[in-house]
């Protein structure tokens, strides 16, 4: 069984300029999620989908990061313009079922540099 | 979004020693604890989940879980330098996301 897929997994950027990252969950896997990994830190939620509709963005910074997930298949994360801060690995995750529930498994992960 | 905090590391034992990892969270409403292994550069890999109270037991690795004192941990018996990693603790948040803990990170000297 594929794994989760995730694209690029490097990525150096200057401040204010803009980036994209790609997932590819689970084939039947429901639920999706992106999380942001900032050094030394647990991963933090930034945004959930149940199927194409959005669960939860309660901590997505809506002025500068969007998501989507189209088709309820693979999603999209974005980020501009980046700055500093959102130096860190962005985690994408499926599972099975609904959100909260089972096994998260994760992508290898984007690991974004902000200069 | 709720708490989940765990033991300040690094945490180091000997090769052979029992690893004692704990976690406390602050929703009174979870059902649902994980503990995911993460090796440097590496993403997060499921090793236990636990539902309810008491002990589960798996291999070398038993988890325990206290709802009413709102505690969860992971015990590694006879560790291993090959487990030397962060863990970190997950807590499902109103049965629909979960929230993770910082992590501790633990190694185990040969």
């Given at each position: 069984e594929a794994g989760v897929a995730q694209s690029p997994r490097y990525k150096i950027i200057e401040k204010r300029q803009s980036v994209a990252f790609w997932c590819n969950p689970i084939s039947g896997h429901a639920t999706l999620y992106w999380y942001q990994q900032i050094l030394g830190q647990g991963p933090k939620l930034l945004i959930q989908f149940q199927n194409n509709g959005v669960v939860d963005d309660s901590q997505l910074p809506k002025d500068r990061f969007s998501a989507e997930r189209l088709k309820g298949v693979d999603s999209t994360l974005k980020i501009q313009p980046a700055k500093l801060e959102d130096s860190a690995v962005y985690l994408c995750a499926s599972s099975l079922g609904r959100g909260g529930t089972g096994e998260l498994f994760f992508g290898e992960g984007s690991r974004l540099t902000v200069l | 979004q709720?708490?989940?905090?765990?033991?300040?590391?690094?945490?180091?034992?000997?090769?052979?020693?029992?690893?004692?990892?704990?976690?406390?969270?602050?929703?009174?409403?979870?059902?649902?604890?994980?503990?995911?292994?993460?090796?440097?550069?590496?993403?997060?890999?499921?090793?236990?989940?636990?539902?309810?109270?008491?002990?589960?037991?798996?291999?070398?690795?038993?988890?325990?879980?206290?709802?009413?004192?709102?505690?969860?941990?992971?015990?590694?018996?006879?560790?291993?330098?090959?487990?030397?990693?962060?863990?970190?603790?997950?807590?499902?948040?109103y049965g629909q996301n979960f929230v993770f803990g910082p992590g501790t990170r633990l190694s185990v000297l040969p």
């Open positions: - | 709720k708490e989940v905090e765990q033991n300040s590391g690094p945490l180091s034992v000997p090769e052979g020693a029992i690893a004692s990892l704990n976690c406390t969270y602050s929703d009174r409403g979870s059902q649902s604890f994980f503990w995911y292994r993460q090796y440097s550069g590496k993403s997060p890999e499921l090793i236990m989940s636990i539902y309810s109270n008491g002990d589960k037991e798996d291999g070398r690795f038993t988890a325990q879980l206290n709802k009413a004192s709102q505690y969860v941990s992971l015990l590694i018996r006879d560790s291993q330098p090959s487990d030397s990693a962060t863990y970190l603790c997950a807590v499902d948040e």
